[in-house]
């Protein structure tokens, strides 16, 4: 007879997961706060400035350890592309995006994150996916689904309309957000394939360097006529947690999680993105927030239990 017991993650992997999800719930917390400093701060500018602090912060993770073997070209030529998609892309599109729409746009847009993951892991990398991952997918699919549908609810019930030049600018933000939902996803993969040669820290700031060398001109450019000395004391204060938080401790957390588990499964816990983003966009800037939300949320939030829950398996 075959009998069937339960297989629990084991420390390391549970470990992983807590990396994981630490990681895109910090990344949606300074999605949601990046308006804040967008207000500020133009946009290569604040870029600039990210990078320059966390380059000073990492300053000691440069050095390859003696443990690690020298980069061959390829793992150079990929941590040139994870930092122009996943850093200097990325920052771009979703701060454009964002100053263009909402916070909790963004986390809306974001929650696609899962489902092209494990799309592009699939063909990139041939990884399997197995029935729990594509469930948990699914879910992220469904919450969008429910987001859009009660929108247009909302529009038919009489629901106040923007006008046609805020609406084209909303509707380019979105398609920022969209992009930086492929530069992101394309972050996890390519991010997937460094942690097998290179540790966290190293990555972390490699490509954190990159992300400075690509931004300096334009951050250069923005800074000859911005006026310092009208930034506040609250807002420099920010500005350092968005640095440390989005360039040195969100992508040490993710390739810590990234190395225990696969690119697809991995995907699946960039829901807590749009899920943190959300929440900041309520708490903390004031936006409405409806049930049929609620309820995408708690699917995408379903969606990680799916994929993270212990498997039954024939001994």
């Known amino acids: 007879m075959t009998s069937r017991h339960t297989h629990f993650p084991s420390s390391s992997a549970r470990w992983a997961y807590a990396c994981l999800a630490a990681s895109m719930a910090l990344v949606g917390s300074y999605v949601g706060l990046s308006k804040l400093l967008v207000a500020v701060f133009p946009i290569f500018l604040l ?5 320059g602090i966390a380059a000073v912060a990492m ?38 995006g964002v100053a263009m729409s909402t916070a909790l746009a963004a986390g809306v847009v974001m929650a696609a994150l899962p489902g092209v993951v494990a799309l592009m892991s699939r063909v990139f990398l041939g990884e399997r996916l197995t029935g729990r991952v594509l469930a948990g997918i699914a879910c992220a699919v469904g919450g969008i689904a429910l ?7 909302g529009a038919a019930a009489g ?30 993969v390519i991010g997937k394939k460094l942690s097998g040669t ?6 972390s700031a490699l490509v954190n360097l990159w992300g400075l060398a690509l931004v300096t001109p334009l951050g250069l450019w923005q800074a000859l006529s911005f006026d310092f000395s009208s930034v506040t004391l609250p807002t420099w204060t ?10 040195m401790v969100t992508v040490w957390l993710w390739m810590t999680g990234l190395r225990h588990v696969p690119a697809a499964r991995a995907g699946v816990f960039t829901v807590m993105l749009p899920v943190s983003a959300a929440a900041v966009g309520v708490l903390l800037l004031g936006e409405s ?8 949320f708690a699917l995408a939030l379903l969606g990680v239990l799916l994929a993270t829950w212990p498997e039954r398996r024939s001994a």
Request: glycine share 6%.
């Open 159 to 188: 629901d106040a309309l923007p006008s046609a030049a805020e609406a084209s600018r909303m509707a380019l933000g979105n398609v920022l957000l969209v992009g930086a939902v492929f530069c992101e996803a394309s972050y996890v």
């Open 238 to 247: 920010l500005l350092l947690f968005y640095a440390i938080a989005a360039s």
């Open 47 to 51: 870029a600039w400035l990210r990078f």
């Open 198 to 203: 290179l540790g966290p820290r190293r990555i």
């Open 289 to 296: 927030f409806s049930a049929a939300q609620v309820g995408a």
């Open 59 to 96: 300053a000691g993770w440069v050095r390859r350890p003696t443990s690690e073997a020298p980069m061959s070209r390829h793992d150079r030529v990929l941590l040139f592309f994870e930092s122009f998609l996943g850093n200097f892309l990325f920052s771009v599109c979703m701060l454009y």
């Open 147 to 153: 987001v859009s549908w009660s929108k247009q609810h």
